[in-house]
């Protein structure tokens, strides 16, 4: 992987937590909210397609067949690359309706703000070998 590309994927995935981070706040502000159905990304389907945009990866996306040159061209809705928001689902539902789980959204909390300061300390790590290579370079 390039660095270039590296860094860039980084940089998305630093998005992609904190929109998690987001949602995972969002949940937890709901949890006496009636009928709230707790929310969240799929964090690691939006990197594989981020990193397919970045290296011109082919898609497992089922190309639309064109017999004649008049036909409409079909639309690409994957690019570019969104997070999707679905509905956690797999908790009971108290007898108000309400899904969010304290215990969980608190773990998941904790693992995304770890897995966000990783990101964090690896972009400045990546910053500073670029830095040290422009120094190096400027005293010859």
């Known amino acids: 992987m390039e660095i270039n590309h590296a860094h860039t994927l980084m940089a998305k995935a630093l998005d992609y937590r904190a929109l998690r981070q987001d949602?995972?706040?969002s949940n937890i502000a709901n949890?006496?909210?009636?009928?709230?159905?707790?929310?969240?990304?799929?964090?690691?389907?939006a990197l594989v397609k981020?990193?397919?945009k970045l290296h011109n990866l082919p898609s497992k996306k089922?190309?639309?067949?064109?017999?004649?040159?008049?036909?409409?061209?079909g639309?690409?809705?994957?690019f570019p690359p969104k997070a999707e928001i679905f509905f956690r689902d797999?908790?009971?539902?108290?007898?108000?309706?309400?899904?969010?789980d304290?215990?969980?959204e608190t773990t998941e909390m904790a693992k995304n703000g770890v897995m966000y300061n990783a990101l964090v300390m690896a972009l400045k790590k990546n910053s500073m070998l670029f830095?040290?290579?422009?120094?190096?370079?400027?005293?010859?």
Not at 75 to 78: K, L, P, V
């Open 23 to 25: 949602l995972i706040s």
């Open 31 to 45: 949890v006496d909210t009636p009928f709230y159905r707790s929310r969240d990304i799929s964090f690691e389907d």
């Open 50 to 52: 981020e990193r397919a």
């Open 62 to 73: 089922l190309q639309m067949a064109v017999t004649n040159p008049m036909h409409l061209k």
């Open 75 to 78: 639309s690409n809705d994957d």
């Open 90 to 100: 797999g908790h009971m539902a108290r007898n108000d309706g309400n899904t969010v």
């Open 102 to 104: 304290l215990d969980v």
């Open 131 to 140: 830095k040290s290579v422009i120094d190096s370079s400027a005293k010859i």
